[in-house]
């Protein structure tokens, strides 16, 4: 069970990614929207907010509230990576590396905006 620095840190990149991809990303929300109901409230500037709300069922309540929460995903994005780092590693790799490369790829982003805004 030995694992390098390098695929650590890789392995990391990859958890990350796809936690963001699974929690936040758009291009996931179909995946989401089963869970959820969607609540739009008005703040108190007037503006419209809204707000996902995992639903009622047992089930659906259960993947909504996984999927709410980051450190919840972040766990069992790992999980599934390291299952398949060591069962099925002819899709591990190409699979890690592509999350791993946008992992980095979207940290490096957000600090080049953040520079740029100051």
Known sequence: MD???????????AAFRLTRLLVFDKITEFLRNPFFTE?????EQGEMEV????????????FGELLS??????IWSSIVLVLLHYVYSALYEPLVLI????????????????????
């Open 3 to 13: 694992i390098s620095l390098l695929q650590f840190i890789i392995l990391g990149l």
């Open 39 to 43: 609540v739009v409230e008005e703040n």
């Open 51 to 62: 707000y996902y709300v995992p639903k009622e069922t047992p089930i659906k309540r259960f």
């Open 69 to 74: 929460c980051y450190w919840c995903t972040g």
């Open 99 to 118: 999350l791993a490369i946008a992992g980095m790829s979207s940290i490096l982003e957000t600090i080049v905006q953040n520079w740029l805004q100051k």
